[in-house]
Every structure is written in structure tokens, then in C-alpha cells.
């Protein structure tokens, strides 16, 4: 069964930092472009960033370029998105996507939510003092 799995949600206060886990199971993730998108109350689901399979580059929305970075560990299977520096702008539920790219494919953080064929379930995280 294919499934991506988010973890690492929660609360923290602006300017401080959290990491999203996003786990697979029934897929290798390396070949595979990794987006993390987001979703805050009424508002619609965006880009945040993206790794491209193979080589691992990166790309950032500009919202979150300098605080967030997105890194892929081959051995666990899993990607991870560390946030730094975070505001309460950051809150949404955030989601980690996965599109089968067994070649290498760069991605783009402003790629669209149809590129993806795969979606975690969501994990919260809330910005706030």
C-alpha cells in the first residue's frame, strides 16, 4: 500500500522552529519529487517547497525562502521540512506530496497540486504567542 505519513506537527511561538517528517511506505522516495504544501483556514492550498528526485535540488516559495529548508533522508525513506524562524503566517495544516519521477526531474514550489499523485494525510501546525 502506498502511503506518505506526516509527523512533527504542533505549536510553537514565532520564531521558533518545528520539523515535519514525511514518511513512506510502498514507495522510494528518491525517485520521486517531494512537495510540502500548506493550508491555512479559508484560504487555498500552496507550495511551499519541493526536492527533485535523483539529485535532490531544491526550490522555496518565496514566503518561506531563508527559514524553511526541505532535505530527503534515502536511508529512512523519508523527506523533512525544518522551520525557522517561524511567524504566525506559518499556520496551516501541511501537507507533503509525492509524484513519480524515476528520472531526474527538478521540481518547483509553485508546481500545482496535479502534479502530485500522492498526499499524506496533513499534519497542524499552529504559530502563536
Known amino acids: 500500500q502506498l502511503q506518505l505519513v506526516e509527523s512533527g506537527g504542533g505549536s510553537a511561538q514565532p520564531g521558533g522552529s518545528l520539523r515535519l517528517s514525511c514518511a513512506a511506505s510502498?514507495?522510494?522516495?528518491?525517485?520521486?519529487?517531494i512537495g510540502w504544501f500548506r493550508q491555512a483556514p479559508g484560504k487555498a492550498r500552496e507550495g511551499v517547497s519541493c526536492?527533485?528526485?535523483?539529485?535532490?535540488?531544491?526550490n522555496y516559495a518565496d514566503s518561506v525562502k531563508g527559514r524553511f529548508t526541505i532535505s530527503r533522508d534515502n536511508a529512512k525513506n523519508t523527506v523533512y521540512l525544518e522551520m525557522n524562524s517561524l511567524k504566525p503566517d506559518d499556520t496551516a495544516v501541511y501537507y507533503c506530496?509525492?509524484?513519480?519521477?524515476?528520472?531526474?526531474?527538478?521540481?518547483?514550489?509553485?508546481?500545482?497540486?496535479?502534479?502530485?499523485?500522492?498526499w499524506g494525510q496533513g499534519t497542524q501546525v499552529t504559530v502563536s504567542s
Open positions: 506530496a509525492a509524484d513519480w519521477s524515476p528520472s531526474p526531474t527538478i521540481c518547483s514550489a509553485a508546481d500545482g497540486e496535479r502534479r502530485y499523485e500522492y
Open positions: 526536492i527533485s528526485s535523483r539529485d535532490g535540488s531544491t
Open positions: 510502498g514507495l522510494i522516495l528518491k525517485y520521486y519529487v
